[in-house]
Antibody
């Protein structure tokens, strides 16, 4: 079955770029059946959806983060990546990558739920 | 963005209890509502999608209902492995989650 694994630095300095990668095994990021997402959770707090990337390279970002976030996908390495520019302490969180199947509903289509998640990786923004 | 609220924020219950958690959306989201369970240090697990559909492999003691702005998750016969946090999530972009309900042992 498909598995997701986040990787990247656990400590980032303020104003620098936070970069993470999600390695996909048992499945392919080139599949048109799924959207590849990043979600974060500050310590002791709730979940915040960051955005998704589709196999075409198309993206959709949370407007609250859109100006600082870039998602990309590498089919040759079967992984997708997150970059958050100008990191601050508020970006300190447990970062999850997650898969969302393409669904058809009410005459529309798109991702609706997150059915497979990575284990999460804690990123601390601190000098 | 659509704001999600949950109540209660926490509750204490015993094994075998029937537990209901509610989720309210700031505007009509039809049945575009999912429920997740999260245990400490772990990723969330999808329980219910489309407000009332049980995800494959999830025990039938979990059920969901509601539409529009008011939704609920019920656990009928709480089991030891059910003590966890529960989040609702709406899928009218951008996706947003509720703040969570922590269920612990009485």
């Amino acid at each position: 079955q498909v598995q997701l694994q986040e990787s990247g630095p656990g400590l980032v300095k303020p104003s620098e770029t936070l970069s993470l990668t999600c390695i996909v095994s048992g499945g392919s990021v080139s599949s048109g059946d799924f959207y590849w997402n990043w979600i974060r959770q500050p310590p002791g707090k709730g979940l915040e959806w960051i955005g998704f990337v589709y196999h075409t390279g198309g993206t959709n970002y949370n407007p609250s983060l859109k100006s600082r976030v870039t998602l990309s996908l590498d089919v040759s390495k079967n992984h997708f990546s997150l970059k958050v520019n100008s990191a601050t302490a508020a970006d300190t969180a447990l970062y999850f990558c997650a898969r969302a199947p393409l669904k058809y509903y009410d005459g529309s289509s798109g991702p609706v739920s997150f059915d497979v998640w990575g284990q999460g990786t804690l990123v601390t923004v601190s000098s | 963005d659509i704001q999600m609220t949950q109540s209660p924020s926490s509750l204490s219950a015993s094994v075998g209890d029937r537990v209901t958690i509610t989720c309210q959306a700031s505007q009509d989201i039809s049945n575009y509502l999912n429920w997740y369970q999260q245990k400490p240090g772990k990723a969330p697990k999808l329980l219910i999608y489309g407000a009332s559909n049980l995800e494959t492999g999830v025990p039938s003691r979990f059920s969901g209902s509601g539409s529009g702005t008011h939704f609920s998750l019920t656990i009928s016969g709480l089991q030891p492995e059910d003590f966890a946090a529960y989040f609702c999530q709406q899928y009218d972009s951008p996706f947003t989650f509720g703040p969570g309900t922590k269920v612990d042992i009485k």
